[in-house]
């Protein structure tokens, strides 16, 4: 052997499209193990982020999957405010969400959502008319 050769489960990096890519099997908090991707332009970038997050998976559980803001809000409706709140206060939140937020700002991945996306999105909201934009306008 060479001694380049990597033990069982540690990973890989490699060429991948305009760069390298890189992965590393991490647990997730869920308990399940599975892949983690790292990317970058040159090897040596690639190679500094996998060796840093080979690092975080000894110490801790990786998330894998960010969720998007449509999921992360589900989540909070039915686990926070569902049980916390008086009926009336959840229903009232979930039509918001699902009239206001969620079309707009849905699919958004948290780890992608800036405050441009938002400002964008409550301006909107302020400058049209909302029975029209629902399709109950005359």
């Not at 441009?116 to 005359?138: F, S």
Request: net charge positive.
């Amino acid at each position: 052997m060479t001694g380049r050769s990597r033990a069982n489960g540690e990973g890989s990096i490699f060429p991948y499209r305009n760069g390298y890519a890189a992965y590393s099997w991490v647990h997730t908090p869920d308990g399940l193990r599975k892949k983690k991707w790292v990317y970058g332009k040159t090897r040596e970038e690639v190679h500094v982020k996998w060796t840093k997050l080979q690092q975080e998976a000894r110490e801790r559980p990786i998330a894998t999957k960010v969720p998007t803001v449509g999921e992360q809000v589900v989540y909070w409706l039915d686990n926070i405010v569902k049980p916390n709140s008086a009926p009336m206060t959840y229903a009232t939140y979930e039509t918001y969400i699902r009239i206001y937020l969620l079309p707009q700002l849905g699919r958004i991945k948290l780890d992608r959502l800036s405050v441009r996306d938002v400002q964008t999105w409550v301006n909107k909201i302020a400058g049209e008319c909302q029975c029209c934009a629902q399709g109950k306008g005359l």
